[in-house]
Every structure is written in structure tokens, then in C-alpha cells.
């Protein structure tokens, strides 16, 4: 089993910046890939980024050149530093882990940009 904790949601102007972070606990050896889904209100869950163990990592078009995923293996954490904030980036962002064959997921943490 695997838990995954994130903090660092809040409220924010628009243009502003928040840093998200994923603590992962358990049997953290097996994880693989890493990454940051959102859902905002009235919509579906929706990728935003992924990292590898080595590092490599990946954006949705919406974010990228504003989000930055970033990974310490060490401390088995995570951080999304989210810059030029948008209205539209209001959501619960949920940190994702995999391992194996089993995705897991935390409980996510809420983002509130207000224009």
C-alpha cells in the first residue's frame, strides 16, 4: 500500500503563485511514475503533469511554461510550483503514484485563483 498526502492548496490572486507538494508513504519503492491530476468544478478529472524516477516530465498544453513538477526521490515527495495563475486553474489537485500495476491517490488539496 501506498498514501500520498499533498498541501500547499489555497486562495490566490490571479497572476499569482502556489507550490504544491506529495508526500508518499508505505511501500514507496515501488513507485514509478508520478504526477498532478485536477478537477474543477462541474468538470472531469483532468492530467496535468507527470515526472519519471529519472526525472523526465510532462505537461498538459494548459499548464505548460506556468507548471513546473519537480521530484525528490529521497524524501519520496513531489511539488508542483504553479506560477501566472489562472481563474480557470481553480480546482482540487490530487497527487497520483504508480506502482506496478496500481494507481494510487491522495485526497487532494484545493486551489482557488480568483480574478
Known amino acids: 500500500q501506498v498514501q500520498l498526502v499533498e498541501s500547499g492548496g489555497g486562495l490566490v490572486q490571479a497572476g499569482g503563485s502556489l507550490s504544491l507538494s506529495c508526500a508518499a508513504s508505505g511501500r514507496t519503492s515501488g513507485i514509478n511514475n508520478m504526477g498532478w491530476y485536477r478537477q474543477g468544478p462541474g468538470k472531469q478529472r483532468e492530467y496535468v503533469a507527470d515526472i519519471t524516477t529519472g526525472g523526465s516530465s510532462s505537461y498538459a498544453d494548459s499548464v505548460k511554461g506556468r507548471f513546473t513538477i519537480s521530484r525528490d526521490n529521497a524524501k519520496n515527495t513531489i511539488y508542483l510550483q504553479m506560477n501566472s495563475l489562472k481563474p480557470e486553474d481553480t480546482a482540487v489537485y490530487y497527487c497520483?503514484?504508480?506502482?506496478?500495476?496500481?494507481?494510487?491517490w491522495g485526497l487532494g488539496t484545493q486551489v482557488t485563483v480568483s480574478s
Open positions: 497520483e503514484a504508480n506502482w506496478g500495476i496500481f494507481n494510487y
